[in-house]
């Protein structure tokens, strides 16, 4: 079959916008990790504190009352925006991952062996994705669900002194942005190398 020079412009552009999608795609998966590990830092540095108190009530004798040391607006905001930070990142990614399987090869121009040694390194990188991706975006999320629960618990009066005042404890946001950056940043390696197994049998079918 002939290719004409107009199809070989039309395909090379289309690799070109191709490969700038996938480009733009990577770039913005990182900065959406990047958005959600820094704003659970500024949500743990404010996340609510508690002071305690000896108070004597009449009758009662004395109790330890706590207070809350601030609203819990401004933790919540910034792990209400690392939460969609990193739900972001994971839809982004997948996206990623339909615009290279949509770019390979065509089926009826490869010969795939399923026993092949490549074949099986792409489906054991796409597994490798998904398990990562997943786990990760799992554990991250239920962290800063645990941690917008406690926060909103005080959204309001907060300032009222209580018999009991339930906090998060120190590096619970931390934790969910370290989780969230480092999945973020290992899909992106599996996605990479994925890419590279396919671009690598293609060429092999086309020179076969």
């Not at 905001?77 to 969609?84: D, R, T």
Request: charged share 20%; with cysteine.
């Amino acid at each position: 079959m002939t290719v004409t020079h107009a199809e070989r412009v039309t395909n090379r552009r289309t690799t070109q916008l191709c490969n700038k999608t996938e480009a733009f795609l990577k770039i913005l998966s990182i900065l959406f990790g990047l958005s959600c590990f820094i704003l659970c830092l500024f949500a743990e540095a404010t996340r609510s504190k508690v002071t305690w108190d000896d108070k004597k009530h009449k009758g009662k004798g004395q109790k330890l009352e706590c207070v809350y040391s601030n609203s819990a607006q401004v933790p919540l905001f910034f792990a209400g925006g690392a939460f969609a930070a990193v739900a972001m990142a994971v839809l982004v990614e997948h996206i990623y991952l339909l615009v290279v399987v949509s770019k390979s090869t065509p089926p009826d121009l490869l010969s795939w062996e399923p026993d092949s040694a490549k074949e099986k390194t792409i489906a054991w990188l796409k597994g490798a994705f998904f398990v990562t991706i997943w786990t990760g975006f799992a554990v991250g999320e239920v962290l800063l669900l645990v941690g917008i629960f406690v926060e909103w618990g005080h959204l309001s009066k907060w300032a009222t002194p209580r018999l009991s005042c339930l906090v998060i404890r120190k590096g619970l946001f931390s934790a969910a942005g370290a989780i969230g950056l480092i999945t973020v940043l290992l899909a992106g390696f599996c996605l990479t190398a994925l890419r590279a197994q396919i671009l690598s049998k293609e060429q092999d079918n086309v020179w076969r």
